[in-house]
């Protein structure tokens, strides 16, 4: 799709006097910033639309709580009026522009819960999201590569048949279940470690900051979401890059490695593991995307304070300011995991950033 | 003394719990500055063979037998060398690769590592072989210079370059100088030129010619075009069957082939120069390995077949004897006497008529 827009537009400027626009165009990292920074808007504006033309809107819903809750309709609406951010006398259009105008300050409105803004609550419990999750996938990805590339090498051997066995029946089961199993069987019956201690993000009483005591604490409570994560995903990786490590050994450039008397692991690490690689890490941007999406059940079942449990809460209390800052945050955050990906792609090889830039031009 | 010398070499692939040999006992001998040419179709072991003098068989592959004694003169510092090559392991076998034999590859195409700069891929294969795995930027660039130079690329242009921003031509030089880098005293050449335009081809037949007279090396040449190999070629063999079945020099087996397969390889392929012969192709198919024939695995395409031929496999017979140092003319066909060019056939019709 890439190839074709960016054909049109050198077609309809051949002698385009916004040099620089065509400059940014064939730029492959500034493009890719760019077509992410739509995907966010595209995504941000599906989201504003969506969740307004959902029948009975949140302030007339909050004020139905209230007065529910006992207070007279004119004290809940004052206090409708200063949570939310927007009037919904307003036209939508406005309503619309208003809200971007706000995102682009950061500002993603007020939380019901009171006094706190949703740019807080999301600082508070995304971090953690992130440190587990990509800690996890960390983990996940290395071992799964090296295990990957070991068992292609030694395909058909004990190794090879016992990581496939165990990786695809680990892959089966869903990371909520194996959270499930895991406090059960391994905290509760078998004591393997202590639930009511890892419980939540970090011990109370240990000050945020950056020393041994908080790390290590950090860690510590992360361990049992991140085995949940690495155990139920370490597989995959391991037999999609078994898969592609078998192709790349069958290719010319390896045996031609192997007739320069290369050293083993120089042909392993530059020549079949690097060429490897490659394919996987679209797969690698996309998967990790889904674990992050898949872990608020993980998140809810260990009781780990990301923003997953934080998501949860706000999905049950209505408090729909947070659960569109969340998704668009969220959003964002996968948008840029995959950018990031690209352009690792990119540098890994050398193919793609020719044949985007080059070859068009 | 010949540098390489293959006795009764035997491989075979592993195939649904049996062994089916591929390379049924080759002998031959390859002189220092000397060119060898294989001819054969695809599946007649030609290829087979070129990967297991290297030790490079796939993981099916299996050297079941036989010898293949590599000789090198010694200098005033180096040591003469003699040894079996099927019995070096680990760093010896891996310092024979490239050092002493290097191979130049059919595909071409995919010859170099995609990720790394052809630069990146002359300096580590220099790397491998330094006696302490070190070896100066300036020492890497100056003889990776002055090969591409010999196969007239510019070292600039090139080293630096992604091997997918060359073209196919200059990709099989940059390969060919490769295979120079460490001087080695054996070059195999397998299919060297099968993916390249004509003109193309012609370019690197003759800069091979030059280069082997520059630099003195052994040549194995593999192909399926005859012409070409008997134009490179001081010997000719041809294979079939994963068996030597005819050799001699160059224009032995091109004038006067005297298997009927090799004459019928002379028909298949059309010719850039000897005039337009019609091609005709070979009748049937080669046999299947697993379940060969007794006698001559030729005997069920050939015309000039006889019983004798379907029991009695003759080996090697000689056509015309050469004094020593001279390649003489043999053929493994029992009416070699008999065997004419198609062509050749043909004007004896002709001229009966």
Same mark, same amino acid.
């Given at each position: 799709? &890439? +190839?074709?827009? &960016?054909?049109?537009?050198?077609?309809?400027?051949?002698?385009?006097?916004?040099?620089?626009?065509?400059?940014?165009?064939? #730029?492959?990292?500034? @493009?890719?910033?760019?077509?992410?920074l739509f995907v966010i808007w595209v995504v941000t504006t599906a989201m504003f639309f969506m969740l307004r033309l959902l029948p009975g809107n949140p302030v007339d819903t909050f004020i139905a709580q209230q007065i529910r809750g006992g207070s007279t309709y004119e004290s809940a609406a004052a206090t409708a009026a200063n949570l939310f951010t927007f009037d919904p006398?307003?036209?939508?259009?406005?309503?619309?522009f208003d809200y971007l105008w706000a995102l682009l300050h950061g500002d993603l409105? #007020?939380? !019901?819960?009171?006094?706190?803004?949703?740019?807080?609550?999301?600082?508070? &419990?995304?971090?953690?999201?992130? %440190?587990?999750?990509?800690?996890?996938?960390?983990?996940?990805?290395?071992?799964?590569?090296?295990? $990957?590339?070991?068992?292609?090498?030694?395909?058909?051997g004990f190794l090879d048949h016992s990581i496939s066995m165990v990786g695809s029946t680990l892959h089966a089961i869903p990371n909520y279940l194996f959270a499930i199993i895991v406090v059960v069987f391994g905290g509760v019956q078998l004591g393997l470690f202590n639930v009511s201690e890892t @419980?939540?993000?970090?011990?109370?009483?240990?000050?945020?900051?950056? #020393?041994?005591? %908080?790390?290590a604490d950090a860690f510590y409570h992360a361990s049992i979401p991140v085995t949940v994560y690495v155990l139920t995903t370490f597989g995959t990786w391991a037999l999609v890059m078994k898969a592609s490590?078998?192709?790349?050994? /069958?290719?010319?450039?390896?045996?031609v490695a192997r007739a320069r008397g290369l050293s083993g692991r120089r042909i392993g690490t530059q020549y079949v593991g690097r060429n490897a690689v490659l394919p996987m890490v679209a797969q690698i941007a996309t998967q990790g995307g889904f674990v992050f999406g898949s872990a608020i059940f993980v998140e809810l079942i260990l009781k780990y304070d990301g923003v997953s449990a934080e998501l949860y809460a706000?999905? #049950?209390?209505?408090?729909y300011a947070t659960v569109q800052g969340i998704l668009l945050i969220m959003t964002i955050v996968i948008v840029f995991a995959n950018l990031l990906a690209e352009i690792v792609n990119s540098m890994l090889d050398p193919r793609i950033r020719e044949s985007e830039s080059g070859a068009v031009g | 003394m010949p540098v390489l010398s293959v006795r009764d070499l035997r491989i075979g692939y592993r195939s649904g719990g049996r062994l089916v040999e591929a390379v049924r006992g080759v002998d031959f001998d390859l002189y220092p500055n000397e060119a060898l040419a294989l001819v054969g179709e695809s599946g007649s072991g030609k290829s087979t063979l $070129?990967?297991?003098? !290297?030790?490079?068989?796939?993981?099916?592959?299996?050297?079941t037998g036989g010898e293949v004694r590599y000789r090198a003169p010694g200098g005033d510092q180096v040591e003469a060398t003699d040894y079996d090559v099927l019995s070096l392991e680990g760093t010896r076998l891996r310092r024979f690769r490239w050092s002493e034999a290097a191979m130049v590859f059919q595909g071409a195409m995919n010859a170099f590592n995609p990720v790394l700069r052809i630069g990146e891929q002359f300096a580590d294969t220099m790397r491998a072989h330094a006696p302490e795995g070190r070896l100066g930027r300036e020492d890497i660039r100056e003889r990776a210079g002055d090969c591409l130079r010999s196969v007239r690329l510019e070292p600039g242009q090139v080293l630096g370059s992604y091997p997918h921003e060359l073209s196919g031509g200059m990709?099989?030089?940059?390969?060919?100088?490769?295979?120079?880098?460490?001087?080695? @005293?054996?070059?195999? !050449?397998? /299919?060297?030129?099968?993916?390249?335009? *004509?003109? +193309?081809?012609?370019?690197?037949?003759?800069? *091979?010619?030059?280069?082997?007279?520059?630099?003195?090396?052994?040549?194995?040449?593999?192909?399926?075009?005859?012409?070409?190999?008997?134009? !490179?070629?001081?010997?000719?063999?041809?294979?079939?069957?994963?068996?030597?079945? /005819?050799?001699?020099?160059?224009d032995d087996l091109f004038r006067e082939p005297r298997h009927p397969y090799t004459a019928g390889l002379i028909g298949a392929v059309p010719t850039v120069h000897g005039g337009a012969l019609e091609p005709v192709s070979i009748p049937g198919a080669p046999p299947d390995l697993a379940r060969l024939p007794a006698g001559c695995s030729f005997a069920s395409r050939c015309s000039y077949a006889v019983d004798e031929c379907r029991t009695t496999d003759p080996g090697l017979l000689m056509v015309t004897d050469r004094p020593a140092g001279e390649t003489s003319h043999e053929a493994a066909c029992l009416r070699w006497e008999a065997v004419r060019m198609p062509a050749m056939a043909l004007q004896d019709e002709e001229a009966g008529k």
């Amino acid at each position: 799709m &890439s +190839t074709t827009a &960016s054909g049109v537009e050198a077609a309809a400027k051949p002698e385009a006097p916004a040099g620089l626009a065509r400059r940014i165009w064939h #730029n492959y990292v500034l @493009r890719r910033v760019l077509r992410s920074l739509f995907v966010i808007w595209v995504v941000t504006t599906a989201m504003f639309f969506m969740l307004r033309l959902l029948p009975g809107n949140p302030v007339d819903t909050f004020i139905a709580q209230q007065i529910r809750g006992g207070s007279t309709y004119e004290s809940a609406a004052a206090t409708a009026a200063n949570l939310f951010t927007f009037d919904p006398e307003t036209p939508l259009i406005q309503q619309y522009f208003d809200y971007l105008w706000a995102l682009l300050h950061g500002d993603l409105g #007020n939380s !019901l819960d009171p006094g706190t803004t949703v740019m807080e609550q999301i600082a508070a &419990s995304l971090p953690w999201t992130i %440190f587990s999750v990509g800690y996890a996938l960390l983990i996940a990805i290395g071992l799964g590569l090296l295990l $990957g590339l070991v068992m292609a090498y030694r395909r058909g051997g004990f190794l090879d048949h016992s990581i496939s066995m165990v990786g695809s029946t680990l892959h089966a089961i869903p990371n909520y279940l194996f959270a499930i199993i895991v406090v059960v069987f391994g905290g509760v019956q078998l004591g393997l470690f202590n639930v009511s201690e890892t @419980r939540g993000t970090h011990t109370a009483g240990v000050e945020p900051g950056f #020393n041994f005591t %908080f790390i290590a604490d950090a860690f510590y409570h992360a361990s049992i979401p991140v085995t949940v994560y690495v155990l139920t995903t370490f597989g995959t990786w391991a037999l999609v890059m078994k898969a592609s490590t078998i192709t790349t050994l /069958e290719e010319d450039y390896v045996t031609v490695a192997r007739a320069r008397g290369l050293s083993g692991r120089r042909i392993g690490t530059q020549y079949v593991g690097r060429n490897a690689v490659l394919p996987m890490v679209a797969q690698i941007a996309t998967q990790g995307g889904f674990v992050f999406g898949s872990a608020i059940f993980v998140e809810l079942i260990l009781k780990y304070d990301g923003v997953s449990a934080e998501l949860y809460a706000a999905v #049950n209390d209505r408090d729909y300011a947070t659960v569109q800052g969340i998704l668009l945050i969220m959003t964002i955050v996968i948008v840029f995991a995959n950018l990031l990906a690209e352009i690792v792609n990119s540098m890994l090889d050398p193919r793609i950033r020719e044949s985007e830039s080059g070859a068009v031009g | 003394m010949p540098v390489l010398s293959v006795r009764d070499l035997r491989i075979g692939y592993r195939s649904g719990g049996r062994l089916v040999e591929a390379v049924r006992g080759v002998d031959f001998d390859l002189y220092p500055n000397e060119a060898l040419a294989l001819v054969g179709e695809s599946g007649s072991g030609k290829s087979t063979l $070129g990967l297991g003098l !290297l030790r490079l068989l796939p993981r099916t592959g299996q050297i079941t037998g036989g010898e293949v004694r590599y000789r090198a003169p010694g200098g005033d510092q180096v040591e003469a060398t003699d040894y079996d090559v099927l019995s070096l392991e680990g760093t010896r076998l891996r310092r024979f690769r490239w050092s002493e034999a290097a191979m130049v590859f059919q595909g071409a195409m995919n010859a170099f590592n995609p990720v790394l700069r052809i630069g990146e891929q002359f300096a580590d294969t220099m790397r491998a072989h330094a006696p302490e795995g070190r070896l100066g930027r300036e020492d890497i660039r100056e003889r990776a210079g002055d090969c591409l130079r010999s196969v007239r690329l510019e070292p600039g242009q090139v080293l630096g370059s992604y091997p997918h921003e060359l073209s196919g031509g200059m990709r099989q030089r940059a390969l060919i100088a490769l295979a120079m880098v460490l001087e080695p @005293r054996v070059l195999i !050449l397998d /299919e060297p030129t099968t993916a390249l335009d *004509l003109l +193309t081809q012609r370019a690197i037949v003759d800069m *091979l010619q030059e280069l082997r007279a520059e630099r003195g090396f052994a040549m194995i040449f593999i192909s399926h075009d005859l012409a070409l190999a008997s134009e !490179l070629a001081d010997r000719v063999a041809t294979m079939y069957a994963g068996r030597i079945i /005819e050799s001699g020099t160059a224009d032995d087996l091109f004038r006067e082939p005297r298997h009927p397969y090799t004459a019928g390889l002379i028909g298949a392929v059309p010719t850039v120069h000897g005039g337009a012969l019609e091609p005709v192709s070979i009748p049937g198919a080669p046999p299947d390995l697993a379940r060969l024939p007794a006698g001559c695995s030729f005997a069920s395409r050939c015309s000039y077949a006889v019983d004798e031929c379907r029991t009695t496999d003759p080996g090697l017979l000689m056509v015309t004897d050469r004094p020593a140092g001279e390649t003489s003319h043999e053929a493994a066909c029992l009416r070699w006497e008999a065997v004419r060019m198609p062509a050749m056939a043909l004007q004896d019709e002709e001229a009966g008529k």
